[in-house]
């Protein structure tokens, strides 16, 4: 097959890892910049143009796009879906999650575990909010933050209620959620693959830290999931139509609740704690699904 991985750079773990293994099955692998890709939109022959190249003939893409290079990096997902060519994970799919709250409120609907949350825009009823979901203790979260920044616990009603009005003030949109303390500081992830989990571990935060990020500290290991928790990912992973995606969950007292979905999980952490090729997989899955005609997107939101 031919393959192209979009990525900024070849010597990111997970790139280089992909690229090793489509190339170790016997694949032609190409490594594209999509911020340097540019398009041209026609309906007779759409094209993707990279260094004065057309880009043609490949059978699936891998899309790698970077968390604040959303918009330009999905428009070049969608260039080639268009041409018809299979995507590890489509654009629609990689919008989608990539919005926190969107998100939640899709996985709400699907009745997938999840910790209580309230959202709001308006800081005037900041005493209703907190109610609203169970009061205090409570994390708040900003809903553009990434590895564990800022995310905040706050142990009592007053806590909550200032740390919401100074991230109000400084009008960011935030989320309150639902402090799940049984989880003591551990939250696992869960390596989803079409419809299997490829691997799994915990991430342990450092002692007296709530949270299990590794940037904040957190050590990983291999786990073993319940059948539960199993499920539970993999409808994560489907209601958000992810092909490829590194599902976050906590072990709560009414059963595992998701934090986040993932649609550019990287494979250094998970591939180091269980020593599974997750790489080879991903190609693997590719080799098994990707086909003309094979993309398509059935989600409503
Ligand atoms: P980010 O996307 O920045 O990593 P998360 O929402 O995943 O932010 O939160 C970071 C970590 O904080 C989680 O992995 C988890 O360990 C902890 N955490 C987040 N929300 C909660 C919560 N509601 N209850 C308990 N722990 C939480």
Do not use: W
Request: glycine share 10%; net charge positive.
């Amino acid at each position: 097959m031919k393959i192209a991985i979009l990525s900024q750079q070849q010597s990111l773990y997970s790139t280089r890892r992909l690229l090793e293994a489509g190339e170790e099955r016997g694949h032609e692998i190409h490594v594209i910049n999509y911020l340097r890709c540019y398009m041209n939109i026609t309906a007779h022959k759409p094209k993707v143009l990279y260094q004065g190249d057309s880009l043609e003939g490949y059978d699936a893409i891998i899309p790698r796009i970077g968390a604040s290079k959303t918009f330009y990096g999905t428009a070049v997902v969608r260039q080639f879906e268009v041409m018809g060519v299979f995507s590890a994970n489509e654009s629609q799919a990689i919008s989608r999650s990539r919005d926190k709250l969107r998100c939640l409120q899709i996985l709400s609907q699907k009745g997938i575990g999840l910790p209580v949350t309230g959202f709001a825009n308006s800081s005037k009823d900041i005493d209703g909010l907190i109610e609203s979901v169970g009061g205090a203790p409570l994390v708040i979260k900003l809903l553009e933050g990434t590895q564990g920044i800022g995310v905040v616990l706050t142990e009592t009603h007053q806590a909550a209620k200032s740390v919401i009005e100074a991230f109000r003030g400084l009008d960011a949109n935030i989320l309150v959620q639902e402090f799940i303390k049984e989880a003591g500081g551990m939250d696992i992830r869960c390596f989803v693959v079409g419809d299997r989990i490829i691997a799994a571990m915990k991430r342990q935060g450092a002692p007296g830290e709530f949270r299990s990020n590794i940037h904040r500290g957190g050590s990983a290991t291999q786990i073993k999931l319940t059948p539960e928790e199993r499920s539970t990912a993999i409808r994560a992973s489907k209601a958000m139509g992810l092909r490829v995606a590194g599902v976050d969950l906590l072990r709560s007292n009414h059963g595992p609740v998701i934090m986040e979905v993932n649609s550019s999980p990287g494979l250094e952490g998970i591939e180091t704690a269980t020593e599974i090729d997750v790489a080879g997989k991903v190609i693997e899955f590719l080799e098994k699904n990707a086909g003309p005609g094979k993309t398509r997107d059935r989600i409503k939101y």
